[in-house]
């Protein structure tokens, strides 16, 4: 039982250049996340989908938008990578919002130079 | 901006010993979460506490939560070198589907 899988697990990207990051859940679940986790901040969500078809902002959604493409499949895309998004990013999904548990990813490295 | 705030930032203790965390919050909550983050890896859940129970066991771990001062504690009983991890408090609130609101963590390191 895979989980939530994301790729890629590292990337390395200049200043300007853009990139999707993919995410796969295979447990039927309903809601998934973006979440983004820099030294010192804990975690901080970029966007959310609550439900297929449906997606929100969260905390820090500047320079990034997403696409809930289908029940399992939840990307997240950089138009114009900055430096300021070097960071680790963590994509979960839970069955339904909040009150139940949430299960991670093994979280993508990305690195803008 | 971020609901949790676990207290101490950081913990080193000896095998053996045991170690306590803390989780303050702001807003009122349908539940409180715990998670642990091994170095590099993704989260892991831990223990789920609804905000009408006061106190939850799952193995050497024990979480207690009190509404009314808006405070979460997460006791791990004899500890182990592989409890060294980073752990968080998340908080799903009332209202709606909302998705859960992480702090900050604290990293414990457990000394063999």
């Known amino acids: 039982n895979a989980g939530v899988t994301q790729t890629p697990k590292f990337q390395v990207l200049k200043t300007g250049q853009s990139m999707t990051l993919q995410c796969a859940q295979d447990?039927?679940?309903?809601?998934m996340y973006w979440y983004r986790q820099d030294p010192g901040m804990g975690l901080r969500l970029i966007y959310y989908?609550?439900?297929?078809?449906?997606?929100d902002k969260g905390e820090v959604p500047n320079g990034y938008n997403v696409s809930r493409l289908n029940k399992r499949e939840f990307s997240l895309r950089l138009e114009s990578a900055a430096p300021s998004q070097t960071s680790v990013y963590f994509c979960?999904?839970?069955?339904?919002?909040?009150?139940?548990?949430?299960?991670f990813g093994q979280g993508t490295r990305l690195t803008v130079v | 901006s971020q609901q949790g705030e676990e207290d101490p930032q950081a913990l080193s203790i000896q095998e053996g010993e045991n170690a306590t965390m803390n989780c303050s919050y702001k807003?009122?909550?349908?539940?409180l979460q715990w998670y642990r983050q091994n170095s590099g890896r993704g989260l892991v859940h831990l223990i789920l506490?609804?905000?009408?129970?006061r106190e939850k066991h799952s193995g050497r771990l024990r979480v207690t939560l009190d509404t009314s001062k808006k405070s979460s504690s997460l006791l791990i009983t004899a500890s182990r070198a592989a409890d060294t991890a980073s752990y968080f408090c998340?908080?799903?609130?009332?209202?709606?589907?909302?998705?859960?609101?992480f702090g900050k963590g604290t990293r414990l390191s457990v000394i063999a």
């Open positions: 989908s609550a439900s297929e078809g449906t997606t």
């Open positions: 447990m039927n679940h309903n809601s």
């Open positions: 506490i609804r905000s009408n129970e």
């Open positions: 807003t009122s909550i349908n539940n």
């Open positions: 998340a908080t799903a609130s009332n209202s709606g589907n909302t998705p859960l609101v």
């Open positions: 979960a999904s839970s069955l339904q919002g909040a009150p139940t548990e949430a299960f």
